[in-house]
């Protein structure tokens, strides 16, 4: 069974940053890409960023030049490193990882609120 765990979410006040941490617990499938989603109230499940595990990135225009992803492959734990952040990042912050064989597995989420 896979296992994500996701930490670093909070309360941070405009223009603050926040760094969130996926964990995935000890597996004996292999971890392809990892990615990160955020679900605001009242709004789809959206994807901020991705990384594979050979360290290739992409990112939703909107966080583009202020969030950055990255990936330990050795500790199977993936960062999402958020600056400048904004009243609109607030939202739940998903940790999503594709095993081999067994597909996409979710984290439980994590609160992000940006507000003075």
């Known amino acids: 069974q896979v296992q994500l765990v996701e930490s670093g979410g909070g309360l941070v006040q405009p223009g603050g940053s926040l760094r969130l941490s996926c964990a995935v617990s000890?597996?004996?499938?292999?971890?392809?890409?990892m990615g990160w989603f955020r679900q605001a109230p009242g709004k789809q499940r959206e994807l901020v960023a991705r990384?594979?595990?050979?360290?290739?990135?992409n990112y939703a225009d909107s966080v583009k030049g202020r969030f950055t992803i990255s990936r330990d492959n050795a500790k199977n734990t993936a960062y999402l490193q958020m600056n400048s952040l904004k009243p609109e990042h607030t939202a739940v912050y998903y940790c999503?990882?594709?095993?081999?064989?067994?597909?996409?597995?979710w984290g439980q989420g994590t609160q992000v609120t940006v507000s003075s």
């Open positions: 000890k597996s004996s499938f292999s971890i392809n890409a």
């Open positions: 999503k990882a594709k095993a081999e064989p067994v597909g996409d597995q």
């Open positions: 990384i594979t595990w050979g360290g290739r990135t």
